[in-house]
Every structure is written in structure tokens, then in C-alpha cells.
Nanobody, 122 residues
């Protein structure tokens, strides 16, 4: 069992920045794919970004060029740097982990955090 804990959410004005952190309790996340998802009330959970074990990354079109995912395997931590935030980025952000090398949906992630709220005011 892997515990995943997010932190770093908060309230920010449009155009501002936040950095989310995700700490995993695995012995090492080096072989894990780590992902960020977000969800607002009444909507399905939405893919934001993922970091593959080999260093590759993938982003949703809505956040490309604004968000950057990175990982520090030595600290078992993944980060999501969010710049140029927009009100539509307001959501609860979830970190997830899986040993699958190419997960194609949220259902293929095995371990989830409790989420951290990000609110962007206009």
C-alpha cells in the first residue's frame, strides 16, 4: 500500500502561481508513474499531467505551457508548478500513483491522495 499526500493548494489571484507537492510513502517512486488530476463539484475527475518513470511527461491541452510536472525520486515527491493561473483552474487537485508504465486513464491509477484545493479568483 502506498500513501500519497498532496500539499500546496490555496487561494491565488488570476495570473498568479502555485506549486503543489505530492509525497508518496513508497520505498521509491522511481518506477512509478505519477499523475495529477483535478475535479470540481458535479464534474468528472479530469487529467492534468503525468510523469513517467523514464522522465517523460504528458499534459492536458488546457494546461500546456502553463503547468510543469517534475519529480524528485530521492525525496519520493512529485511537484506541479502552476503558472498563469486562470479561474477555470479552480478545483480540488489530486495526486495519484501507479506501477503501470503507460496509464491511459484515472482508473489505471492505484493510489490516490485526499486532494488539495486550488482556488483562483478573477
Amino acid at each position: 500500500q502506498v500513501e500519497v499526500v498532496e500539499s500546496g493548494g490555496g487561494l491565488v489571484q488570476a495570473g498568479g502561481s502555485l506549486r503543489l507537492s505530492c509525497a508518496a510513502s513508497a520505498r521509491t517512486i522511481r518506477t512509478y508513474t505519477m499523475g495529477w488530476f483535478r475535479q470540481t463539484t458535479g464534474k468528472e475527475r479530469e487529467f492534468v499531467s503525468q510523469s513517467y518513470w523514464n522522465g517523460g511527461t504528458r499534459y492536458a491541452d488546457s494546461v500546456k505551457a502553463r503547468f510543469t510536472i517534475s519529480r524528485d525520486n530521492a525525496k519520493n515527491t512529485v511537484y506541479l508548478e502552476m503558472n498563469s493561473l486562470k479561474p477555470e483552474d479552480t478545483a480540488t487537485y489530486y495526486c495519484a500513483a501507479t506501477t503501470r508504465t503507460l496509464p491511459s486513464s484515472s482508473s489505471q491509477y492505484d493510489y490516490w491522495g485526499q486532494g488539495t484545493q486550488v482556488t483562483v479568483s478573477s
